[in-house]
């Protein structure tokens, strides 16, 4: 699905204590063929399709997840904005494992973000 007004941003900081290299590796694992923009502390994508998040949905499908996805993106849902996050550890190793807030992430987690298209559009993709 396109949309030229949905922006999804996927972000994950690089703390001083990490490889950046591995950090690097754990999007890729997630999110293949994707351009990376690596700043100082962070390293992130920016695309304006869904595609993007192929291989994490199958992943959610694959586990079973997808109640608990929409769960989330229901609470922080607000004005065709929504969000969530998945452990950067658990990427490291291809997994996705959904957390519900950032402590739950020791070096931080991978917060993937979804703005300009309502919240229906959001459930429908991820459930084709």
């Known amino acids: 699905m396109e949309n030229n007004h949905v922006e ?7 703390n001083v204590t990490e490889d950046r290299q591995k950090v690097i ?3 890729n694992n997630i999110f293949p ?3 990376l923009i690596e700043k100082k502390n962070t390293i992130s994508i920016k695309e304006h399709d869904f595609k993007v998040l192929e291989k994490l949905k199958e992943k959610i499908k694959s586990k079973k997840s997808l109640a608990v996805l929409q769960r989330i993106l229901y609470n922080n849902y607000h004005m065709e904005n929504t969000w969530f996050l998945i452990n ?7 997994v996705v494992a959904l957390i519900e807030n950032e402590n739950e992430s020791p070096l931080g987690p991978i917060k993937i973000s979804i703005t300009g298209c309502n919240l229906e559009v ?3 993709w991820f459930e084709s």
Do not use: G, R, Y
């Open 88 to 94: 950067k550890q658990a990427a490291f190793v291809d």
């Open 25 to 27: 590796f754990s999007l």
């Open 8 to 14: 999804i941003t996927i972000m994950t900081p690089v």
């Open 33 to 35: 063929k994707s351009e």
């Open 122 to 124: 959001v459930n429908e």
